[in-house]
């Protein structure tokens, strides 16, 4: 089955900095890639997502790149905000079924 | 996107007892599922609520240990039967729009 692997597990920045956070996944039928951010007692929410078939999107500040041919996606959060603050999790979909397989998260933090 | 309800929103539950969740949507939704977050962790998901047939569960996770009701495209509830500490956790019940998928707001479950 998919594995996704997720880096940083934390991870602090500046307010005003950029952040990344990387992932990789396994499957190479997979083709469909969100992030979700999750604030301390929140339910998960989806922020931005890829499919296999484009390399880059972007919302605002904060954009989703994806190297097929490695495997690997990657979230970037550009000026950073303290309500940046919260679990972003990665993870990854494909084939004939539409079941999420997530990353570990990664917790991070805006200071102010 | 779809309004999901999730109800009870927490619980705490003496070990040997079991607990129904109870997850509806304000639109019929073909894809419902069921993940658990324990403390700390990331979504594993449990299940696929099948309307009107059995559910599917992922390895790990057995009929008699959470069974799953879908009597219809807006409604599905998880039991979790004759639970131990280590059934603490949040349950999240999920639907399906799409490729993208979408979350309750969860119901944290603590066993005595």
């Not at chain 2, 700390?40 to 696929?48: E, H, P, R, V």
């Not at chain 2, 309307?51 to 390895?59: I, K, M, N, R, V």
Request: glycine share 8%; net charge neutral; aromatic share 8%.
């Amino acid at each position: 089955g998919e594995n996704v692997e997720q880096h940083p597990s934390t991870l602090s920045v500046q307010e005003g900095d950029s952040a990344v956070i990387k992932c990789t996944y396994s499957d190479s039928a997979s083709n469909y890639f969100p992030w979700y951010k999750q604030e301390l007692g929140k339910r998960p929410q989806l922020i931005i997502d890829i499919r296999s078939n484009v390399g880059e999107k972007k919302d605002q500040r904060i954009a989703v790149t994806l190297n097929k041919t490695a495997k690997h996606f990657s979230l970037h959060i550009t000026e950073t905000q303290p309500e940046d603050s919260a679990v972003y999790f990665c993870a990854a979909s494909g084939g004939s079924n539409y079941k999420l397989t997530f990353g570990k998260g990664t917790l991070l933090t805006v200071n102010p | 996107s779809a309004v999901i309800s999730q109800k009870p929103s927490r619980d705490i539950c003496q070990r040997g007892t079991s607990l129904t969740i109870q997850c509806q949507v304000d639109s019929q939704v073909t894809m419902m599922f069921w993940y658990r977050q324990q403390p700390g962790q990331s979504l594993t998901l449990i299940a696929t609520a099948n309307q009107g047939s059995e559910a599917t569960y992922e390895s790990g996770f057995v009929i008699d240990k959470f069974p799953i009701s879908r009597p219809n495209l807006t409604f599905s509830t998880l039991t979790v039967s004759n639970m131990s500490p280590e059934d603490s956790s949040i349950y999240l019940c999920s639907v399906g729009e799409g490729e993208k998928l979408f979350f309750g707001s969860g119901t944290q479950l603590s066993v005595l």
